[in-house]
């Protein structure tokens, strides 16, 4: 029976996709075992992808976590818009949101923070049919663009490039969702969309179908950081060491992850927590080699996780102009923090 969780976060995931996700946290060698109770602790990640969330499934599977003493449960909704919900709600301690969604969520009310950065180079490109006629953004003006969700961090990346560009919703484009991945290729096969906002995920996967795609996002947008860890400002400060435990915990299964010496095991992990998208290996692979190179920081003396305040300058103010937030948040410097980055990544 698939856990009641799997439904409170948002749309419900295939039995056996949820049966794979729930089962991640459990077994680890017993010499890792921990006498005090582990602090269970429930991640929410904004889809089923267990590539895209690959530091959390491996953390749980080299025991990482329970060596922090936390116990984590990994789930999977449809889009930031549902899992910054289940932080607001208390659902779960940590998410995986875009920095767009946070940002609006802090606009109406909600204390939400962005802890680490794991997509320092942009995870989203503005995505046309290869043998298409279209070079640059601009060229989409009067066209309809395909997005994941309505409420995706995808599309407050497409906003702000395309109000750059002076192109304002709906007078000069439409965005409709059509689902990720999978469903973008229908949508293109029918005319519904001439493009498509898609993640490192969906270029990879439309291609993997036989829909070949090129990007046209223009190269200085590459700032514009996609999703990354996150918690309520209540749970971080009554928590420090959870804050602590949690990201020390990415940081080793991210080094872990980017040693080639390891693949086979980090493959091993990823299926444990969603067999279906590792059923394809080939495909797997290419997908995580395109997911650990979104994931290198800009400035690794920085350390993982660390967030640079410019580029969350160039989100704000792309968010303000495209009307995306009615007014300028009255201190950014609240969206996010970088307290626990040195913690994170002391050897």
Same mark, same amino acid.
């Given at each position: ?28 060698? =017993? ?56 932080? =607001? ?14 940002? &609006? =969520? ?26 298409? =006629? ?204 970088? &307290? ?6 002391? &050897?």
């Amino acid at each position: 029976m698939i856990s009641h969780a799997a439904f409170a976060f948002g749309r419900p995931v295939s039995r056996r996709t949820a049966l794979g996700l729930l089962a991640a946290p459990t077994l680890v060698p =017993a010499a890792r075992a921990q006498s005090r109770p582990l602090r269970s602790i429930v991640f929410v990640q904004p889809s089923p992808s267990a590539i895209n969330s690959y530091a959390v499934q491996v953390g749980i599977g080299e025991g990482y976590f329970r060596e922090e003493g936390l116990s984590v449960r990994s789930e999977a909704v449809n889009g930031s818009g549902p899992v910054l919900q289940a932080l =607001a709600s208390g659902q779960a301690q940590f998410g995986r949101p875009g920095p767009a969604p946070v940002l &609006r =969520a802090r606009a109406r009310g909600a204390d939400v923070v962005f802890l680490y950065n794991g997509l320092p180079q942009s995870s989203f490109g503005i995505l046309v049919r290869q043998n298409s =006629a279209y070079r640059t953004p601009d060229q989409l003006r009067g066209k309809v663009i395909g997005v994941g969700t309505a409420d995706g961090a995808e599309v407050g990346f497409a906003r702000a490039i395309l109000n750059d560009l002076g192109m304002q919703e709906p007078r000069d484009y439409r965005f409709i969702p059509v689902g990720d991945g999978g469903p973008a290729v229908a949508g293109f096969l029918r005319g519904d969309i001439e493009a498509y906002v898609g993640a490192t995920a969906d270029a990879a996967i439309l291609n993997h179908r036989g829909m070949a795609v090129r990007d046209i996002t223009p190269d200085k947008y590459q700032t514009f950081f996609g999703n990354g860890f996150a918690a309520m400002r209540d749970f971080i400060d009554g928590n420090p060491q959870v804050i602590e435990g949690f990201g020390r915990s990415l940081v080793r299964a991210t080094r872990f992850s980017n040693d080639p010496a390891n693949r086979e095991k980090v493959l091993r992990h990823l299926a444990v927590a969603n067999p279906q998208e590792l059923e394809d290996r080939a495909f797997a692979n290419a997908l995580l080699d395109a997911v650990l190179l979104k994931s290198q920081p800009h400035d690794p003396a920085k350390g993982w996780g660390y967030q640079e305040p410019e580029h969350w300058g160039a989100w704000h103010r792309s968010m303000v102009e495209s009307r995306e937030l009615d007014a300028p948040l009255p201190d950014l410097s609240a969206a996010y923090t970088n &307290r626990f980055v040195e913690a994170w990544n002391r &050897r």
